[in-house]
């Protein structure tokens, strides 16, 4: 007995169903095989072109995923260390203007901002230290982190 599928089924059990029916077809042989390769043969190989396109576009996209989860999470310790580095150099206080400066509300600028804006945040923060002057931090100094955030 053949096997409906609703019109609005999943693409996944629609090409579940066609390529079980072929393999069923081919197997009792005869009239069954020749009218299965005459309706579905034009189109299995299309089918199973674009099932592989879908699992290849699949696995690329969770490798960038992954990818743009540990660059999250790389910049995320890189400006917790700058602002913790930043912090030692002033002697570690409560609040200071020149932190304030650089990192207004903390480093709560970063790390609440949405994640689609960090990567924006970066470049200003950067450019927040090379413009914020505090004896403490030498310019050469401010300029290694501002490249680390750059980076």
């Not at 660059?71 to 310790?77: E, N, R, S, T």
């Amino acid at each position: 007995m053949g096997t409906m599928v609703r019109e609005d089924a999943r693409v996944a059990r629609i090409d579940e169903v066609i390529v079980l029916t072929s393999v069923r077809a081919e197997a009792r042989g005869g009239e069954a095989a020749a009218v299965t390769a005459a309706r579905l043969g034009p189109f299995l190989p299309a089918i199973a072109g674009a099932r592989d396109g879908a699992e290849s576009a699949r696995r690329a996209l969770v490798a960038a995923a992954a990818a743009r989860q540990a660059a999250h999470l790389a910049a995320f310790v890189v400006v917790g260390t700058v602002f913790d580095e930043m912090r030692n150099a002033l002697g570690r206080p409560a609040r200071h203007p020149a932190i304030a400066a650089v990192f207004p509300g903390g480093l709560g600028a970063y790390t609440d901002a949405p994640r689609a804006a960090r990567a924006a945040l970066l470049p200003l923060l950067a450019g927040r230290l090379t413009a914020t002057d505090a004896p403490p931090w030498p310019t050469g100094v401010r300029a290694g982190w501002a490249a680390r955030l750059d980076t």
